[in-house]
Each structure stands twice: as structure tokens, then as C-alpha cells.
């Protein structure tokens, strides 16, 4: 039922790993974002793709790098992970084409690079 | 670039009260702006999405105003419950973008 689901919800890894991040959407929805929130609570921006396009790229190092299989998955792949990159990160979608852009979001993935 | 301000950051108010949460935005070319909220460990809850030809959309005990030539939207919240507990984020978009650019949020505590 649920309708932004992200795999895994936790993930403690070590400095220098590739990891990803999976998020999946049962909406159908035609646009899924990336979103970051540090530790003090920001949350940013970081991809979002329509209809398996990139439409926005915000300044992210190139070592994250986002795939969109199709227009119901859209998954985060990092590699040579960082202390910084630790965060949780949120995968959302919205249907740009409705006009109202309303965002739903999925429960977090909670990245921790020790 | 659009930045975005909540005030307060946070608030403690006792169950019944009636609350107004500010948010300030710096970029007006705005056609929108949601309101979400966060409980703690979870993802965001979208609330109410107003659009710029209006100027209040009600869901409920909620009402968010916005007025776009002042940069300001409100979200109000009527006979608050402990449930309400949690903290609430305001988005606007970049101007002319689909990119949302969230404020810090303002965390609230309703104590019974």
C-alpha cells in the first residue's frame, strides 16, 4: 500500500564504500526527486527526474549519481562515500502534469558513513 | 534565490490553543506553496498546497494564507491537539521552478 517506498530505511557504512539507495513509486506519478537533510534539519534538493528525464541537478558531487529505470523508480547510487555525506535522505514524486505539484514523500533512508 | 524563514523555530503550547505559524519567503514569483509536516524518524506530510490565486485554503483545523507581494504565508491551526506535534516545513518554489526550497521548519509541542 505504501506509496513511496525507499529501501533500506538504514544504512552504516565505511568511508571510501559504494552504496544505493532504492525508492519506488506506486502513484504513478510522472516526476520523483532526490531530497538531503543534514544534520541540522535542511533539506535540499538534489535530482529530480520526469518521466525518466533529468530535470534538475542541483550542485551535488558527481559522485552521486541517480538512475531512473522507469518512471516508478528512481534510485541513488554514491560512490567513495564521505563522513558528509551522512544524512537522511528522502525520495519524493508529484505529478507535474496535474498542475498542483503536490510532493509525496517516502519515510527516509538514514545514511551513516563512519 | 529563494530563502526561506520560519518563525518561531520552535513552540510549546498547552492542548486547546489556538497557533499561528509564520513563514517568510524571499522570491514572489511564486504560482504556489505547500505546507508540510515532520514527525520525528519520518518522512514529510504534505498539509495544504496553496495556490497563488488564492489567498487561503483551509484543510480541517488547518487554514494557511498567503499573500505573495509581501513574501509571507501563515499556517493556523485551530484547538491544538498533542497529536499535532510535530515540526511543520514551508515550501515554496524557486520562482518559475518545480524545485520546492524548504524553510527550517518549526517544531511544535502541544502538551495536554
Known amino acids: 500500500d505504501t506509496a513511496v517506498s525507499q529501501t533500506p530505511k538504514y544504512l552504516v557504512t565505511q568511508m571510501g564504500n559504494d552504496k544505493s539507495i532504492k525508492c519506488e513509486q506506486n502513484?504513478?506519478?510522472?516526476?520523483m526527486y532526490w531530497y538531503k537533510q543534514d544534520s541540522k534539519k535542511f533539506l535540499k534538493i538534489m535530482f529530480s527526474y520526469n518521466n525518466k528525464e533529468l530535470i534538475i541537478n542541483e550542485t551535488v558531487p558527481n559522485r552521486f549519481s541517480p538512475k531512473s529505470p522507469d518512471k516508478a523508480h528512481l534510485n541513488l547510487h554514491i560512490n567513495s562515500l564521505e563522513l558528509g555525506d551522512s544524512a537522511v535522505y528522502f525520495c519524493?514524486?508529484?505529478?507535474?502534469?496535474?498542475?498542483?505539484?503536490?510532493?509525496?514523500f517516502g519515510a527516509g533512508s538514514r545514511l551513516t558513513v563512519l | 534565490k529563494q530563502e526561506v524563514t520560519q518563525i518561531p523555530a520552535a513552540l510549546s503550547v498547552p492542548e486547546g490553543e489556538n497557533l499561528v505559524l509564520n513563514c517568510s519567503f524571499t522570491d514572489s514569483a511564486i504560482y504556489n506553496l505547500q505546507w508540510f509536516r515532520q514527525d520525528p524518524g519520518k518522512g514529510l506530510t504534505s498539509l495544504l498546497l496553496?495556490?497563488?490565486?488564492?489567498r487561503e485554503q483551509t484543510s480541517g483545523r488547518l487554514n494557511a494564507s498567503l499573500d505573495k507581494s509581501s513574501g509571507r504565508s501563515t499556517l493556523y491551526i485551530a484547538a491544538s491537539q498533542p497529536g499535532d506535534s510535530a515540526t511543520y516545513l514551508c515550501a515554496p518554489p524557486q520562482g518559475g521552478s518545480e524545485k520546492l526550497v524548504f524553510g527550517k521548519g518549526t517544531k511544535l509541542t502541544v502538551n495536554p
Open positions: 496553496i495556490q497563488s490565486s488564492q
Open positions: 519524493a514524486s508529484s505529478n507535474i502534469g496535474s498542475g498542483a505539484n503536490v510532493l509525496t
Open positions: 502513484l504513478g506519478h510522472d516526476t
